[in-house]
């Protein structure tokens, strides 16, 4: 089977949302529905297209069985890989053999249109701006700052959520066009005018690595030129059950510390981390 082997956390999480929730027929709609994740030369080209598509692929692996990656054009083919490996360490089980013929729901980060009969979801940033827009492409901008990029792969994963549990999930209706600045959550956009990746932190404190933290940790490791110290306070280690909703964590982290697997993520930040 492709489904994780946390899957009983993730059906525990989605009986909390879903209406007259049922456990076979959950996996039975999981197991009808293909989630395509499409890219072009910007995959390569673009820190922020980048970013989009590993949170993503992060959060797509933990729920999905079947995933199909898509490079649009042949620039695009070494970033398949890296993806590839991404969603492996989440789920080993994972099929990603499917061919876009089979795919029922597409997130396209790039600037071109896939030719595949599909619900189609065009996800891009410009630095802290995310956009979604379901008639046509959005690309990605040129800078390091991760949070439009990152906030652009939950939109978009929220909505393949949306796409393929429709008839379970009251008032779940999709977004059509998305603009929304992670600077002031406002829908006027903000690009550039202001470089998170400069900023010195001083000395502060991330208490919790849980969900929320990993997202945290997540952002800040994108972020090579943010300086300062930081505190990594967590007494636990990772369990298995909470692959289903920790974005950084895979198999290899299972019964690690999370400060552990935090500090190892930042390694290449020019933060100073005690954790």
Known sequence: MAFANFFNRTATAASQVLSGFDLPAF?????EHVVGIAFDVEAIR??????????????????????????????????????????????????LSRHSGEVTECVVVGRSRPRIEAVMLFAGSDGWTATLSRSGP?????????????????????????TV???????????????????DYGNRPHGREFDPDTVDLGEAHLVGLGAIGNGAVWALSRMPGLAGSLHLVDHEAVDLSNLQRYVIADQATVDVAKV?????????????IFP
């Open 27 to 31: 996996r039975g709609t999981l197991d």
């Open 165 to 183: 549990f429709a008839d379970r999930l009251p008032g779940g209706d999709l977004d059509l066009e998305v603009t929304l600045s992670l600077l």
């Open 260 to 272: 552990t697997v935090a500090e190892r993520l930042l390694a290449d930040t020019s933060l100073t």
């Open 46 to 95: 673009s820190t922020e297209a980048a970013a989009t598509l590993d949170l993503l692929v992060r959060l797509v692996s933990r729920l999905h069985p079947s995933v199909c990656l898509i490079a649009l054009d042949h620039h695009a083919e070494s970033a398949r890989d890296s993806l590839t490996q991404v969603a492996l360490s989440i789920n080993p089980d994972i099929d």
């Open 138 to 162: 959005q690309g990605s901008g040129p800078s390091r700052n991760p949070f439009g990029a990152g906030a652009a792969a939950c939109i978009a994963a929220a909505n393949v959520f949306r």
